[in-house]
């Protein structure tokens, strides 16, 4: 078992920044690519961005290109969420998900239905 705690969550103005982390254990956490995921209230859970084991692959979805930066500290078990220049599109609930062995990450793990573990959120708000 893998638990997840993700912190970091807050009310933000338009163009603000917040960076998001997500707290590992259990397991070998280098063991593990991770995904963040957000979901807005009445729509569907999506895809934000994930990052391999070592944190040498990375992947986002479109919309958060040059605005979000996933990262990872393997001896802190700890993957970070860095979001800057928020948009109020951008509120949600935001889920930190585990997948075990993954050498690169690409367009297959911006499936939920990929991930074996997930956090129990932070919400993150962005006021217009």
């Known amino acids: 078992q893998v638990q997840l705690v993700e912190s970091g969550g807050g009310l933000v103005q338009t163009g603000g920044s917040l960076r998001l982390s997500c707290a590992a254990s259990?397991?070998?956490?280098?063991?593990?690519?991770m995904g963040w995921f957000r979901q807005a209230p009445g729509k569907e859970r999506e895809f934000v961005a994930a990052?391999?084991?070592?944190?040498?692959?990375?992947y986002y979805r479109d919309s958060v290109k040059g605005r979000f930066t996933i990262s990872r500290v393997n001896a802190k078990n700890t993957v970070y969420l860095q979001m800057n220049s928020l948009k109020p599109d951008d509120t949600g609930a935001y889920y930190c998900?585990?997948?075990?062995?993954?050498?690169?990450?690409?367009?297959?793990?911006?499936?939920?239905?990929?991930?074996?573990?997930w956090g129990q959120g932070t919400q993150v708000t962005v006021s217009s």
């Open positions: 998900a585990a997948v075990l062995n993954r050498g690169s990450v690409s367009q297959r793990d911006s499936s939920a239905e990929e991930y074996d573990y």
């Open positions: 259990g397991r070998t956490f280098s063991d593990y690519a």
């Open positions: 990052i391999n084991w070592s944190g040498g692959s990375t």
